[in-house]
């Protein structure tokens, strides 16, 4: 996810560089959707006796006319993965569910017989464990596909699933994606995946650390906010926020209103409560380790994560020094997200939210950030970006970290106050000299590009047409400004992945032939004016984002642009095409899980238009 704060995300929306005005869109949460597999089974006894395996269960004797078919022999796990492999059937999939499903029911029933006609023994939680213990290889294949270490996922999936959710999650939002944004974001079911809190040095604090090995695309964490306070598009252009010099005080009212919010509900709950205090309230901070279990949700409380009321309870309301904590643990933590919805073919929405995600703000920041996040409705889902060892520490971006090292300090530093010394803000300082005058250049022409798409905008709006004596010259600049950092780079001695990280703080520059700037500016433009353009740097633009942060939605962006115009350029059919495609998923699970290539295709393509996968950002200082 991008990690503009806010406010600078709106800054430069307002000057037109990145991004269309800001809509703020309400998003209404659903019930639980309809397909949940793990409701037949869940919730598994609290006390299960020892698992029934079907030799335990006496048979029935012949003679008895009324008595069901015996079953020969135990229905085996093998059994679920041919039928799979026979049916064709992909793994993930609902109908792989549901032939889970319909194979719990069946067992649940013959062992129902049974015991109609047996001892009695059998008691109805054993038979729920049995058939639920059916199912598990298909939890499996649903959650991380078919290759896969099985044994160490069923011990993941039996530690996490004691509730049954991951399932549930995995399966309820493809409905969501494939609507392609369209749907209301279903409520998701909370999961944490293989993570411990842990202190991790360097001043750093606390930190979630892996307990296990993941593979990129593996889902880490899906969390639901303990509070959000969200603003449409159409509340902004009817003028409840005020633009400022150019700056949109929105966001800071945004955390106002969530500081209120969640002062509230700290009031009438006393997890949430406990769950606030453990957050840090300002940088640096020595707040002793919570454990992880705090966070996991039980059942009375609908594993929604939104914490719920606790009627004939009095806790005493903050008192002054408990709200001014809140206020810095809103401003440490809270995320910021920007989310693009489709309202039907045509029209987009844009909404604005800030809210609070208790487990994913123990994150840290890195420059080279090692997962992803997206928020749908009110879930926050946390995915590896990278493979990942057991002991390694989960890092974010807390904002925009497409930008130079100079403006990616001033944003750590004033707002959290930090020094990230991740390899990429190292390798930066110590190419200070070669690259300060760059950043310079950089920052005239990019914000002189911006202006000029925002009058070529203005201008196509007023007249309709393109004025064919405009020329996007100041893009052209910036575009040529790439060439140059590659001679630069060409002079250094530097690994591949060096090259990108600086190629990516300089990102735009990049992209002025491509992506935003070069889609907005070809949009507009006459196709002869198209011998303007330089050499098109979008392949290295999208090599440089991956290096940077391989699941992230301006990567996907960038991917799916790339994508497009493959397609455009050679048909459907090409194998450059093919590669493409196959790029931009492999981006798409690093950023939204696994899930099937239909669901992949529907992502990539809705990230073209910039709809499904928001943007987070950590909340910045005004
Ligand atoms: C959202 S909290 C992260 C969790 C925090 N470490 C804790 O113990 O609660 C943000 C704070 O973590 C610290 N932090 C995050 N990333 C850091 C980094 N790369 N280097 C140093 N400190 C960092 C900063 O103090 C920052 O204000």
Redesign the pocket.
């Known amino acids: 996810m991008s990690r503009t704060p806010v406010r600078q995300e709106i800054k430069r929306t307002h000057i037109g560089k990145r991004c269309k005005p800001v809509t703020m869109a309400r998003i209404i949460l659903l019930a639980k959707p309809k397909k949940v597999v793990t409701s037949k089974i869940s919730p598994r006894p609290p006390q299960v006796a020892k698992p029934v395996t079907v030799a335990k269960v006496p048979k029935p004797s012949r003679s008895t006319s009324q008595s069901p078919k015996p079953i020969s022999k135990p229905l085996k796990k093998e059994n679920f993965w041919n039928r799979l492999a026979i049916n064709g059937i992909p793994p993930q999939s609902p109908q792989s569910c549901e032939i889970a499903q319909a194979q719990v029911e069946q067992f649940k029933q013959q062992m129902q017989e049974y015991r109609g006609v047996g001892d009695g023994e059998t008691s109805p939680d054993e038979i729920e464990e049995s058939a639920y213990k059916e199912v598990e290889p298909l939890q499996l294949l649903q959650i991380y596909g078919p290759n896969r270490n099985m044994q160490a996922r069923r011990n993941e999936i039996n530690r996490g699933s004691e509730d049954g959710l991951e399932m549930v999650a995995a399966s309820s939002l493809e409905e969501y994606y494939l609507s392609g944004g369209k749907m209301i974001p279903p409520t998701v079911q909370e999961f944490i995946g293989p993570l411990k809190i842990n202190r991790v040095g360097?001043?750093?604090?606390?930190?979630l650390v892996l307990s296990s090995d993941v593979v990129a695309g593996e889902l880490l964490l899906i969390s639901n906010h303990i509070a959000k306070v969200s603003k449409m598009e159409t509340e902004i252009l009817e003028g409840n926020f005020a633009l400022e010099a150019g700056c949109w005080t929105g966001s800071h009212i945004l955390a106002e209103q969530l500081v209120g919010v969640l002062s509230a509900q700290a009031w009438r709950s006393s997890r949430s409560r406990a769950m606030l205090a453990t957050?840090?309230s300002?940088?640096?901070e020595e707040?002793p380790v919570p454990p992880i279990s705090l966070f996991r949700n039980d059942d009375t409380q609908g594993n929604t994560g939104c914490d719920s009321d606790t009627p004939g309870r009095s806790h005493t309301p903050f008192d002054r020094n408990e709200i001014t904590r809140l206020c810095g643990v809103v401003q440490?933590?809270a995320f910021g997200h920007t989310h693009v919805t489709r309202k039907n073919n045509k029209d987009m929405t844009r909404s604005w939210s800030c809210g609070l995600w208790i487990l994913p703000?123990?994150?840290?920041?890195?420059c080279i950030p090692n997962v992803s996040t997206v928020v749908i409705g009110d879930a926050m889902i946390v995915v590896a970006a990278r493979n990942l060892q057991c002991g390694d520490e989960l890092t974010v971006a807390y904002f925009d970290i497409f930008r130079p090292l100079k403006e990616r300090r001033a944003s750590m530093l004033h707002s959290?106050?930090?020094v990230?010394?991740?390899p990429r803000c190292i390798l930066e300082e110590n190419m200070d000299d070669t690259l300060r005058l760059i950043a310079q250049a950089y920052s005239l022409r990019e914000t002189e590009a911006a202006l000029t798409v925002q009058v070529l905008h203005i201008e196509k709006q007023r007249s309709q047409r393109w004025d064919k004596s405009w020329s996007p010259y100041s893009v052209i600049d910036l575009a040529q400004l790439a060439e140059y950092i590659e001679k630069v780079l060409y002079q250094e001695r530097l690994s591949r992945d060096e090259r990108n990280w600086i190629r990516a703080s300089f990102l735009s520059a990049y992209l002025a032939d491509g992506k935003r700037l070069m889609v907005d500016v070809r949009g507009l433009e006459e196709p002869r004016r198209r011998s303007h353009a330089r050499k098109t740097h979008i392949q290295t633009a999208l090599a440089a984002a991956k290096s940077v942060t391989p699941g992230h939605p301006q990567t996907l962006q960038i991917a799916a642009v790339v994508l497009k115009r493959a397609i455009q350029a050679y048909g459907k059919k090409s194998f450059l095409v093919e590669k493409a495609r196959k790029r931009a998923l492999g981006i798409c699970v690093r950023l939204f899980g696994p899930h099937r290539e239909e669901v992949l295709d529907k992502i990539v393509e809705a990230a073209a238009d910039d709809v499904l996968s928001s943007c987070v950002v950590?909340l910045s200082r005004p």
Request: hydrophobic letters at 25%; aromatic letters at 14%; a positive charge.
């Open positions: 360097d001043g750093r604090g606390r930190g957050l840090c300002r940088g640096g707040l440490c933590n703000s123990f994150m840290n920041h890195s959290w106050n930090f990230c010394q991740c950590f």
